[in-house]
């Protein structure tokens, strides 16, 4: 009998003492597969869009400059991969230093694993979050490079990417988006890269162009799109992706990333028609390439509100995020002289400011119940912290940008001779041709016609497709 009655009391104790890692358990974050598979997903499609990005770019340049402009984008996902699991990361999300940057704790990834993170993504593995934040790091830097195209030099564009991802985007990402980053606390709003990515990256890519100035023949002779159809193909796979870069934000499979989706296809395709209609209007024909960089455009307003607004403010975000950026190429460039080769600035810059500006007027809790209401909804407090953060974003991309690049101008040289950009970077830079002469613009027509005959054969073409 005594036995048994210590035998009660020993389970009992044991039951007792196990209660608090059964609590314990029960409150752990668990992860979610579905949210999982769906943020891996949205990571590929964002990582998509840089190769994208380069065709997008790449069909915009001469043809001597092609593979450089591609190679700018293909080589920033292996630079800023390594750079992010070194060091990046842990600034942007690390453990917060004074609001302004995050600490060495993740250095290398320590301590980044397949457990959730709680203050980032709750349901999936930190590293499914750390990963889909490289792929915004990797398309932002590549962005800059549409505004320096053709003239800026690749070791002085290596050393350029390197420090201004380190010392621009980091610091910037953890402002806006890690928990105490500065902006973050002031309440602004900013759901998959207003400022962090758009802005930033036009602004930077403005003072880039500044500061190495103008083409050689800016102005004096034509600089034509060499493959439209290449540029369409860019601009329909960045579309493509960024259904991952908005929808994705929202780190999981639910409601939010589906009202995403929605909204960015929508002021995606409000924005190609609204710069479609004013270049018709101003010009007198609509073109495709305008329609493309169009919806570039309307994707790039919408990013910041995407996770804050409804359809409709959706359409009017698109709208009028086609006619500025359209007014900011075809109009304020113009006016102002500036050799921003690929309108970086007139699309990410612009683009980015009418965006996050329309969040603060836009957003509204209904939609988003931890985002916040904005201008419309009776809350100008939201408008007034959007306004901040667009004026800090400027002023830190532009004065930190300017730096960088008289510190790398002192380290190597940062432009082309004169002589290079005659030859062409891909000749200059790379040693490599995208297209030899017998098959480029109608030169294999040509050198057919200007062949000697052969004995009892005409050179007379027979169709196109020999």
Avoid at 230 to 259: E, Q
Avoid at 427 to 432: A, S
Wanted: neutral net charge.
């Amino acid at each position: 009998m005594r036995t048994r009655l210590m035998q009660i009391m020993l389970l009992g104790l044991s039951m007792l003492f196990a209660l608090p890692g059964l609590a314990w358990a029960a409150d752990a974050p668990k992860i979610d597969t579905g949210d999982t598979t769906f943020v891996l997903i949205s990571s590929a499609l964002v990582m998509l869009m840089t190769p994208a990005l380069a065709l997008f770019y790449g069909g915009m340049v001469r043809k001597k400059n092609v593979l450089s402009t591609i190679m700018q984008s293909f080589i920033i996902i292996a630079l800023v991969s390594v750079q992010w699991v070194l060091i990046g990361y842990t600034l942007a999300f690390g453990p917060d230093k004074g609001t302004l940057i995050g600490g060495l704790d993740w250095l290398g990834l320590t301590g980044v694993g397949a457990d959730p993170n709680a203050d980032y993504a709750g349901t999936i593995p930190h590293q499914a979050f750390m990963v889909f934040q490289l792929m915004f790091a990797i398309i932002t830097a590549a962005l800059i490079t549409g505004s320096f195209a053709e003239r800026m030099r690749f070791p002085a564009f290596l050393l350029f990417t390197i420090l201004w991802t380190t010392l621009v985007y980091d610091p910037l990402a953890h402002w806006v988006w890690a928990v105490n980053g500065w902006i973050r606390n002031l309440g602004a709003l900013d759901f998959a890269g207003g400022t962090v990515v758009h802005i930033s990256s036009g602004v930077s890519g403005l003072v880039a162009a500044l500061v190495l100035g103008k083409r050689k023949g800016h102005g004096s002779e034509p600089m034509l799109p060499h493959h439209v159809p290449m540029t369409v193909l860019g601009a329909g796979l960045l579309w493509f992706g960024w259904f991952g870069f908005n929808a994705g934000s929202a780190l999981g499979a639910n409601g939010l990333a589906v009202s995403a989706f929605v909204v960015t296809n929508t002021a995606a395709a409000a924005a190609a028609l609204s710069w479609t209609a004013v270049e018709w209007l101003h010009r007198g024909k609509p073109t495709v390439l305008g329609a493309a960089t169009g919806a570039v455009a309307g994707l790039v307003a919408i990013t910041p509100a995407a996770g804050f607004v409804a359809p409709l403010p959706a359409v009017v975000i698109g709208l009028v995020g086609g006619a500025v950026c359209y007014m900011g190429v075809a109009v304020l460039k113009a006016k102002l002289g500036y050799d921003d080769a690929l309108d970086a600035f007139g699309c990410h810059g612009i683009g980015g400011t009418w965006g996050a500006i329309a969040t603060g007027l836009f957003a509204s809790k209904a939609v988003n119940s931890l985002g916040n209401d904005g201008l419309f909804y009776g809350n100008p407090g939201l408008l007034k912290a959007q306004i901040i953060s667009i004026i800090a974003t400027y002023v830190f991309a532009g004065v930190a940008s300017f730096i960088i690049l008289k510190v790398v101008g002192v380290v190597c040289k940062l432009r082309a001779t004169g002589e290079e950009e005659e030859a062409g970077l891909d000749i200059t830079q790379h040693g490599e041709e995208a297209y030899h002469d017998a098959i480029v613009g109608g030169s294999l027509l040509k050198g057919v016609l200007e062949a000697k005959p052969s004995a009892g054969k005409s050179n007379q073409p027979v169709g196109q497709g020999f």
